[in-house]
């Protein structure tokens, strides 16, 4: 059984694809960042839980992205962001259940 990476292969062209001043989230970001364009003027924001995978993320941040790319601490149920501040948000690798998902309970 083989993995299917269209779907990793479509969200790299998605963001690619989005137009200067874009805000992208990515989470969790410590696994692998999202490649951006050397010349791709978006601001990206990696959230992760975990302290070391934000030291990694941290750690691979290429120097012509530092200025535009922002790596923090935060949870997908306790976000530091308002609503509506992001254009895209990039789920990658992971399935979520909330609270509220659980069967019979």
Do not use: K, W
Request: charged share 30%; net charge neutral; hydrophobic share 40%.
């Amino acid at each position: 059984m083989g993995a299917n990476v269209d779907r990793v292969y479509q969200s790299m062209d998605v963001v690619a694809e989005m137009p200067g001043r874009a805000m992208i989230l990515d989470m969790p970001c410590g696994i692998e960042m999202l490649r951006l364009r050397a010349d791709q003027r978006v601001r990206y924001v990696g959230l992760d839980i975990s302290a070391p995978m934000l030291q990694r993320a941290r750690s691979r941040v290429p120097a012509e992205h530092r200025d535009r790319v922002e790596i923090i601490e935060g949870s997908i149920e306790r976000m530091p962001f308002e609503g509506g501040e992001f254009d895209l948000f990039v789920l990658q690798r992971h399935a979520l259940r909330t609270r509220s998902g659980n069967r019979g309970g």
